[in-house]
């Protein structure tokens, strides 16, 4: 079955110290998306790539950075992790070009990032 | 920015009762989506609505596209015990294919 996948579902990872997250997708979708969810809150878009061009939200902070090296695969990197940043990541995917009316997005099961 | 208003925050029914929840807004969407999250996991798409007046079922759900196209519904008929989690929805803009999400209605079982 076309899937996105997220690994590690769960993630601990000290103040301070980097952690990447990653994402991949079988759907063959040309957008991704890194959303940050806390507790039962609505998701909040962290950046998404639509092919190869980067976007990031204006209140997306800089230790927050992504990566697509192909269409499969995007990566999160958190730079310097706070406590504040302890929260669910989700990825998602979907597809967006010239005429296609929908804008459905398909979510992976998310990391749980634990900061200490 | 942009707002979705939906409503109710929380609901807490009796196994076998209908459900009804909805999203209002002052922007015009091109398509409005419903998405149920159980704990722990990822938001999975319900249904997807794209014209106005549009009216789509998935099993026990049902939802509408305003005729306004600045809100909709979701109902559930006869609501059993996996149907608790959050649900969202959230909208589409003309002018943009990013999503505009409202705050979530979380639907507990009375025991």
């Known amino acids: 079955d076309a899937m996105v996948i997220q690994n590690p579902r769960y993630q601990v990872t000290q103040f301070g110290k980097p952690v990447t997250l990653s994402c991949s997708q079988t759907l063959n979708h040309n957008v991704m998306y890194w959303y940050q969810q806390k507790s039962s809150q609505a998701p909040k878009l962290l950046f998404h790539y639509y092919d190869k061009d980067f976007n990031n939200e204006a209140d997306t902070p800089d230790n927050f950075q992504s990566r697509r090296p192909n269409t499969s695969f995007c990566f999160l990197d958190i730079r310097s992790p706070g406590l504040g940043d302890a929260a669910m990541y989700l990825c998602?995917?979907?597809?967006?070009?010239?005429?296609?009316?929908?804008?459905?997005?398909?979510f992976g099961p998310g990391t749980r990032l634990t900061v200490t | 920015g942009q707002q979705l208003n939906q409503s109710p925050q929380s609901m807490f029914i009796q196994e076998g009762e209908d459900v009804s929840m909805n999203c209002t807004s002052s922007s015009i969407f091109n398509t409005w989506l419903w998405y149920k999250q159980d704990p722990g996991e990822g938001p999975v798409l319900l249904i997807a609505l794209y014209k106005a007046g549009e009216l789509t079922s998935n099993g026990r759900l049902t939802a509408q596209f305003g005729i306004t196209r600045k809100d909709s519904f979701l109902n559930i008929s006869a609501s059993i015990p996996s149907d608790v989690g959050i649900y969202f929805c959230a909208g589409q803009l003309e002018s943009n294919y990013q999503l505009i999400w409202g705050a979530g209605t979380k639907l507990i079982i009375k025991p």
């Open positions: 998602a995917t979907s597809i967006w070009e010239r005429g296609y009316r929908g804008c459905e997005q398909y």
